[in-house]
């Protein structure tokens, strides 16, 4: 293979990398292909079935004990596919709240109702395209439940929210 800055014939080693390209200083991809260029440098790391190592990150961080890093936050909200305008509609805070969880060196910490909340969103698996994220900003602690009449209606494809007006 060509070095695509300098056209040199580059060399394939199996290593370890470090992949530092996923904004986590600490996880290493262990053997996987390397292509070095000894003339300028540069270097090309083939990872197999990225979604999948992304995924297992990602299962892997939520299960780690203790608090989440602001690195390991930011990497969790972008795999559920959250700006963080959506990740702050989320979890009913300002966006600069986000900015300040995601900031290595700030170092205030997210709070353990938020954390409990951003692991159980990623443990579930995937982001939910469809959920109004807006219906949870509006969510505020000086509003009064108020549950109105559910109605449930059996449909071949399951059970389903209906109305009971005719
Ligand atoms: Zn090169």
Redesign the pocket.
């Known amino acids: 293979m060509k070095?695509?800055?300098?056209?040199?014939e580059?060399i394939r080693r199996i290593e370890n990398h470090r992949y530092s390209e996923s904004g986590l200083p600490n996880v290493v991809l262990v053997g996987v292909e390397v292509e070095h260029?000894e003339?300028?440098?540069?270097i090309l790391v083939s990872i197999p079935n990225i979604e999948g190592l992304h995924r297992a990150i990602a299962m892997t961080l939520i299960r780690h004990p203790g608090r989440l890093a602001p690195n390991e936050i930011r990497f969790l909200r972008k795999w559920l596919g959250w700006s963080g305008v959506d990740f702050a509609k989320h979890m009913g805070v300002a966006p600069e709240t986000v900015s300040r969880w995601e900031s290595v060196d700030n170092g205030k910490a997210m709070g353990g109702t938020a954390e409990r909340l951003l692991r159980l969103a990623v443990a579930h698996g995937q982001p939910t395209d469809d959920y109004p994220i807006d219906l949870l900003a509006e969510i505020s602690d000086d509003q009064v439940p108020k549950a109105g009449l559910l109605a449930m209606k059996p449909e071949r494809s399951g059970w389903v929210p209906t109305s009971l007006a005719a």
Do not use: H, L
């Open positions: 070095c695509p800055q300098c056209r040199n580059m260029c003339q300028c440098g540069e």
